[in-house]
């Protein structure tokens, strides 16, 4: 095994996260202990380092456990018991613990940047924290919950046969209109159904986030949000200047693609159900046909990458670290939870066999080394990096693995695999832009109807995204289409991250396709940093430069269209 869990030493054995009565001691007992030396402070760090870690990690378990089976009441219980019950009281006192930490005269013998960074998000929470937002944030919790078992649940009925939505979704590729029209239809049908709902707790979210910004001292929850996020390296007029970089130098781009497409397809109108499809007398790409075969390919794809890339990944599945394969009442989405006590994290997907699954599978596993990589550092707030360098470990892997897809592909199928991910990797870009700039329209009128949020999307849709795809007669599907993007109902203006992250991506590859060996050794050093420097010096450690201005964005494009036009 690459990495050994962390042994515990102060917390007791019979711990347990859902017994109140075996938690408070501990809280009570750091809260008072007296601390009259730098050792003695250093001791007390550890100490309190253990406990947020084992309490991390415990969660994480009952959170991927419910995720994996969101019909399973015993799961959601226990969620709901932290969330509601066990969450609402440790909040008062991290937040006493906070102030002790920050006020301690020994911190100051604690220099360096890691601790700058570390002592600068501690008084981030100290500055945030309201009793009031205590139950708030709790009941925000059980609405996101809510949102997942809904999408969760949804499964869609095609020619007798019941798929989940990511298997109905793969019917989308295929080369028969048809086909991918019925699938298109069925999907949505499902959606539409369940939209006056969703939108119902949206309105909820919306406004229990914007209660939770008022009561901290904010304008607007998306000011509350970036303090909260931790976003030190960036402003909002970044946000917007990023918009602006992608509808000039990408969307043009975007439109060539699809346009090129509609070309290749033979048709007069490329309409939503054609984006995915496959061209005519190509078969659809299948890199793999089970759960088992992924890992056991990407096992090894990684380990041509890098020895110690190919070793993580095994030792996750010895550990049962691993969940992909889409199933009846399983959350939609793919991710991979930290895991700061074992050190080895969890990867969780929903795929069916499908090239987006590869890619997936391939980004997952780009922040499980990134896990295994900070594993060593001292602190688990050293661990615990912004999502502008959690998604450089990702995407950049996804483009890196790109030369060993051949264990997934044939020669023939690899170029069109590659092809299509490039162009994909493209074609995200506009598209997150989209849901960064609807947040901040949101949060910044949140008085508006759901009507003005669904006419918003759609103007917002059609000033970023292409201007190829014809939605004529699908008017109501375009404008519900914000619903299906997770992050804006469980994870706020967490998006815009992977924009960034993208362009850093590209730039990663297009040096590993110069020089591979030095692009993984910069990248594993930069990774090996955690968040113990600014996301700037951590994208310098990498090898690139941490911009998304539009001279950078126009330098990166002509690269991946060049790349395009060579495969």
Not at 289 to 317: P, R, W
Request: proline share 4%; glycine share 6%.
């Amino acid at each position: 095994m690459l990495v050994e869990k962390t042994k515990r030493i102060y917390l007791p054995k019979n711990f347990n996260i859902s017994d109140w009565d075996s938690l408070e001691p501990i809280y009570d007992e750091l809260l008072a202990r007296n601390i009259s030396s730098f050792d003695e402070f250093k001791s007390w760090l550890n100490d309190l380092n253990e406990l947020e870690s084992a309490m991390e990690e415990e969660y994480a378990w009952c959170y991927i456990r419910m995720t994996i089976d969101t019909f399973n009441e015993d799961n959601s219980k226990k969620y709901n018991h932290l969330v509601t019950e066990i969450s609402p009281k440790l909040s008062p006192l991290s937040n006493l613990l906070n102030k002790k930490l920050n006020c301690s005269e020994f911190k100051s013998e604690l220099n360096g940047k890691p601790y700058e960074i570390w002592f600068k998000g501690v008084k981030n929470a100290i500055d945030l924290f309201r009793e009031e937002n205590i139950s708030l944030n709790a009941e925000i919790q059980i609405l996101t919950q809510k949102y997942g078992s809904i999408t969760g649940g949804m499964s869609v009925e095609i020619d007798g046969e019941n798929l989940t939505m990511p298997q109905a979704g793969k019917r989308l590729q295929s080369e028969k209109r048809e086909i991918r029209k019925t699938a298109f239809d069925a999907i949505n049908a499902v959606r539409m159904e369940s939209k006056e709902e969703v939108n119902s707790i949206f309105d909820d979210l919306l406004s229990k986030r914007t209660e939770v910004a008022k009561n901290a001292g904010y304008a607007n929850f998306r000011d509350y949000k970036f303090v909260s996020l931790g976003r030190f390296d960036f402003t909002k007029e970044d946000c917007f200047n990023f918009h602006d970089s992608i509808a000039s130098e990408v969307t043009p781009i975007v439109n060539k693609i699809y346009a090129d497409k509609r070309e290749k397809l033979g048709l007069d109108k490329l309409r939503p159900w054609d984006t995915n499809a496959t061209l005519p007398g190509k078969p659809e790409l299948k890199p793999f046909s089970s759960a088992e075969e992924l890992v056991t390919k990407s096992i090894k794809s990684f380990g041509m990458i890098d020895e110690y890339f190919g070793q993580a990944l095994a030792d996750m599945k010895e550990l049962g670290h691993l969940d992909l394969a889409s199933k009846p009442g399983k959350s939609p989405g793919g991710y991979n939870y930290p895991l700061y006590e074992s050190g080895a994290p969890f990867i969780f997907m929903n795929a069916v066999g499908a090239p987006r699954d590869l890619v997936t599978m391939m980004h997952e596993g780009g922040h499980a080394i990134h896990s295994f990589l900070s594993h060593g550092l001292e602190f688990s707030a050293f661990k615990s990096c912004p999502s502008e360098v959690a998604e450089l470990a990702s995407m950049s892997m996804e483009l890196m693995s790109m030369k060993h897809w051949n264990e997934f592909y044939s020669i023939e199928d690899v170029k069109r695999a590659k092809k299509e991910h490039l162009e994909d990797s493209i074609m995200a870009l506009p598209w997150i832009a989209m849901v960064d700039k609807f947040q901040h329209w949101i949060y910044e009128n949140p008085q508006h109807t759901s009507e003005e949020r669904d006419f918003e999307w759609v103007a917002i849709n059609k000033s970023l995204g292409n201007s190829v795809v014809n939605w004529d007669d699908s008017g109501e599907v375009r404008k519900n289409t914000w619903q299906k993007q997770l992050h804006i109902f469980e994870l706020p203006f967490y998006y815009i991250e992977y924009g960034m992250a993208q362009l850093g991506a590209i730039a990663v590859w297009k040096n590993f396709k110069e020089n591979p060996e030095k692009t993984i050794a910069q990248y594993k050093e930069a990774l090996s940093f955690g968040y113990t420097l600014s996301v700037p010096e951590i994208y310098e450690k990498a090898g690139v430069k941490f911009d998304f201005s539009q001279g950078y964005i126009k330098e990166l494009m002509t690269f991946m269209m060049n790349e395009l036009e060579n495969i």
